[in-house]
């Protein structure tokens, strides 16, 4: 269900003729109210697509009344033209459906530095309007797919009121977001602020600890929109805590689904002297390209894991590390711990615990390992 | 004839039977003076191997009468019996040549987290010193290959005197240093005070500036000797010039050996506000997976060269970049420049030019490519 799992929302996917492949490539998605309440964050990139710059302007209102996303090509890097192109995007939602331009985001994904056919384009969102629909879902999700095999969704119910999403990503993806498109709505009755303050607490445990391959997307937008169509108002708790399972589920969907990749892996950092040291070693650790391809090579090399964490700012003393690959303690106080030949690592999930021996907190990344065929997929990616 | 082309050096390298295939994998290079001054520049990793925890302290004295170097094994994450592995072999080599241990320097090179076989490492160095000649830099150079294809060595020669090297590395090179042991000798007459500072400034704008896989290993070493043995005291800037040309020449052989590499990038990041800056962004640049992809494939892919530099602190206008590859400007003020199609990518040097429109400084910073074989070869590595 989607985006659409949520009442007050109408959704619709289809083929613009963006992508010259004919597959689905625009997705609107519609809150019909009585609330038009939104928060959104945006990728921490400073090169930024004239999707975020104008959709940034857009979220400040604290209202959304639609978005319209598009695949086949990410409009960043695109010049005034570029903003101008998504500034009549948002224009042409508005006319179609009655709404005001300044309350209309705007999310693009595919190839950076290329101008959308617009003359595809705009038709393509009269299109999209006449097939809105409360069971739209499914169909607009399929239509955010870039190099995804298979489209994102999850749904968590509240009593009485629901969170729904879709997500886009496979490559590009880093923490300070990743390279993806994640469209969350809600019925539940909630302000703003409420909604900014829970979607703010969700990324940044979910969307911004994934790290497939290290890059950061200069089109990374996830926007929350509430109808408030339930009439109920939850806790904030509770209502928080159904907005980053749904978050927790699209990334983890995410990381299973990155260009390329045969293993995911699971970098839990325990005993930190902070949670931002667990998160630097964490990340330090999902970055090692050398790391990634013996995971890849089912190969419990667990001396790179060191390697990766000598090089962080972390508290912790080299020989009071200890590494744990599938359960098995393989590295304890700085060197050679249990026999390596126990560790299992056939599963496509692999567990890495990294034991800093510093303090009580802990982070968990998720991340990929490094294939040939990441290097093939994005060896002829534009070509 | 690499580290014995300087006056006062003899060499050595051997198979001591570490490598289990039976390829050369001991090197000895002997100071006889007259004088033993030294310098030393050591990884920034916090997880330090045995063999540069010693010869940090080695260093410090700024005397080295000698240095044994092994591949084979990198002696790190060995626990307290590990240095004591690299005391033992230091004491050995004292022991032969009648020499102090403290004023001998270790290097070890290979899979991290083995102990080494000593019952063939000690009676190594026995062999080694037997057949130490001051023909025998190229056999040293030789015994501290691991993934190397080639052995690497440079020579520079002032008025009557000489600055000769020898380099090891082929994967696991990053900033602050590489995976690579460097010995450099010189025959000039230079106190320690001078070597020290001379090898400080070339490593800074050399080795430092190379990154292949982002990944920084645990046991880089780059020791700098001096005889004295030409009676000449050349200029510093003379001699720092030479031993500047000298490392620049070798961290160009290790990039131009890297792993599964098929290309070498020369990233030059221009007009920028500060050198730290340029660095900054030619490091990102040199990370970014996507990106070494793309230049694998033979792909101009400007997108991926702004999504990296927007990842920084750098000093720019997202419209002020211009990115050029290969000399045609495919990025003028952040957006599409001059056609694509222009660029010819086919021979194994890449040149990406990065205009940060900021202020003034530059620097250079050389890469990889990623590939497949990269990935193969370092999936399978220790197993």
Known sequence: MSVTAAQGFTAAGIAAGIKENGNPDLALVVNNGPRLHAAAVFTSNRVKAAPVLWSQQVARGGAVSAVVLNSGGANACTGPEGFQDTHATAEKVADVLGHSAGEVAVCSTGLIGVRLPMDKLLPGVEKAAAELSPYGGEKAAIAIKTTDTTHKTAVVHGQGWAVGGMAKGAGMLAPGLATMLVVLTTDADVEAAGLDKALRDATRTTFDRIDSDGCMSTNDTVLLMASGASQVAPEYEEFADAVREVCADLA????????????????????????????EVGRSIARNNLLKCAVHGEDPNWGRVLSAIGTTDAAFEP??????????WVCRRGAVGDDRELVDMRYREVRITADLGAGTDSAVIWANDLTADYVHENSAYSS
């Not at 020989?319 to 359960?327: C, F, P, S, Y």
């Open 319 to 328: 020989d009071g590390l200890n590494v744990a690959i599938n359960g098995v």
């Open 252 to 279: 983890r969907q995410l990381i299973g689904d990155a260009e390329g990749a045969s293993k995911d892996i699971r970098i839990e950092v325990i005993n930190a002297a902070s949670e931002q040291d667990a998160v």
